[in-house]
C-alpha cells in the first residue's frame, strides 16, 4: 500500500490523476495539497469527499515545513508533484510568480522530501516523481524528429524556463543526495476539468456563449494531444517500473494544428447541437442553436511572443522499457471532452470570470 502526496491535485491533471489512482488502488491513502490559486478548484474534487482514504490539505509547496509536517503525519513515501504555474501567456505578462512556484516551490518540496527520506534516516523506500512539459525542449521545424529525452533543453518562453529549472534540481537531488526521484514530460493535455483559458475548453465555452474564437497568428502552430488519463497510466508505469533517476516522455502521437483543432471542436459541437435537441435551449447563445455554423466565430489575432511552433513527443523510452500504450484515440478523446464540457456548465461557468486571457 502506497501513502501519497500529489501536489496541485485540485488542479487539471492533478485531480484526474486523484481520480484515476484511487479508482485503480483504493486501498492507498492519496493527501492532496493545494494552494487553490486560480487554477486549483477544491470542487474538482467534490466526488472524492467521502472516499476512505483521502485526505485535502489547503497550503502552499513553498511552505516546507508544512510539507514535512505532512510527510511525517502521513507517513508519505510517494510524492507526485503536479503543482505548477503553466499558463505561457501568464509568465509573458508575469514571470516572478512562475520561477517562485516552480522552481523555489520544486526546491522547497525536494528539501522536505530529503529531510524526511534522507536525513532523519527514515529508510522508508521512497519516491518523489516531477511532472514536466515538452516545452523544456523548445521548438521544431517542420522536419525536425520528435522531442526525445535526450533532446537538450532550449526553453523559449519564462513559463518553459521555470520548469527546465525545475527538472534540473529534481536531477541534481538525485545525483548529488540519492534522493530517488524520476522526471516525466509531457506533451499537451485535454480532458476534464481543464481550467477554461487553455485551447480546447475556451473554445467550448466561447462557442456556447457566442463568443469569436482568436487564433493566434496562421493557427497553424503543432502540438502533440494527450488524453489526461493516457497521461496518468504512463505516471502509474513510471511510478511501478521507472528507474530512479530517469526521465520518461509522455506523448499521445497526436500531433495536429491549433486551427484544426479548433475547427473540430466547432464540428463536434455543431455535431451535438443536431443530435440534442435540448442544446439550443441551455445554450440559446450559440450559432448552431439558430442552425449556423461555429466555424463562423473563428478570427485570426496576433500572434504570441515567442510562440513555439512545433511540439511532438518520441515515446519510445517508455513504451519499450515500461510498456506503454495510450489508448485513448484523439477522436474518442476529444468527443468525451466536448461531451463533458456541454453536461458541465456550471463548473466552467463558475469559472469564466476568473479569466485574464481570453485568446487560444
Known amino acids: 500500500m502506497r501513502r501519497l502526496l500529489v501536489t496541485g491535485g485540485a488542479g487539471f491533471i492533478g485531480s484526474n490523476f486523484v481520480y484515476f489512482w484511487k479508482k485503480k488502488c483504493p486501498a492507498d491513502l492519496v493527501v492532496v495539497l493545494d494552494a487553490l490559486t486560480y487554477a486549483g478548484n477544491i470542487a474538482n474534487l467534490d466526488a472524492m469527499k467521502n472516499v476512505p482514504g483521502f485526505e485535502f490539505v489547503h497550503g502552499d509547496i513553498l511552505d516546507t515545513k508544512l510539507v514535512e509536517r505532512i510527510f511525517t503525519d502521513q507517513g508519505i513515501d510517494t510524492l507526485v508533484h503536479f503543482a505548477a504555474e503553466s499558463h505561457v501567456d501568464r509568465s509573458i505578462h508575469g514571470p516572478d510568480a512562475f520561477v517562485r512556484t516552480n522552481v523555489t516551490g520544486t526546491l ?36 525536425d524528429p520528435p522531442f526525445s529525452e535526450e533532446t537538450p533543453y532550449a526553453p523559449n518562453s519564462p513559463y518553459a524556463a521555470s520548469k527546465a529549472g525545475s527538472d534540473h534540481l529534481v536531477r541534481a537531488f ?5 534522493l530517488v526521484t524520476t522526471t516525466s514530460n509531457c506533451s499537451n493535455n485535454y480532458g476534464p476539468f481543464q481550467f477554461p483559458e487553455k485551447l480546447i475548453p475556451l473554445c467550448i465555452a466561447n462557442i456556447l456563449d457566442g463568443k469569436s474564437l482568436p487564433v493566434y497568428g496562421d493557427g497553424r502552430q503543432i502540438r502533440d494531444w494527450l488524453y489526461v488519463d493516457d497521461h496518468n497510466r504512463g505516471i502509474e508505469l513510471i511510478l511501478e517500473k521507472g528507474q530512479a533517476g530517469e526521465t520518461y516522455n509522455i506523448g499521445g502521437s497526436n500531433e495536429c494544428m491549433n486551427i484544426e483543432i479548433v475547427r473540430l471542436i466547432c464540428d463536434l459541437t455543431d455535431l451535438r447541437f443536431r443530435e440534442r435537441a435540448s442544446l439550443s435551449e441551455k445554450f440559446p447563445k450559440a450559432l448552431p442553436a439558430a442552425g449556423r455554423a461555429s466555424r463562423e466565430l473563428i478570427s485570426h489575432v496576433r500572434d504570441r511572443a515567442g510562440h513555439d511552433q512545433r511540439y511532438a513527443i518520441d515515446a519510445r523510452k517508455i513504451k519499450t522499457a515500461l510498456g506503454y500504450h495510450p489508448k485513448e484515440s484523439f477522436e474518442a478523446g476529444i468527443q468525451k471532452t466536448v461531451d463533458w464540457y456541454l453536461d458541465h456548465e456550471n463548473w466552467w461557468r463558475a469559472l469564466m470570470d476568473t479569466l485574464c486571457f481570453s485568446k487560444t
Open 108 to 143: 522547497s518540496l525536494l528539501n522536505a522530501a530529503k529531510a524526511a527520506w534522507l536525513d532523519r534516516g527514515s529508510g522508508i523506500p521512497h519516491r518523489f516523481h516531477h511532472v514536466s512539459t515538452d516545452e523544456v525542449y523548445g521548438t521544431l521545424g517542420p522536419d
Open 174 to 178: 538525485h545525483k548529488t543526495y540519492g
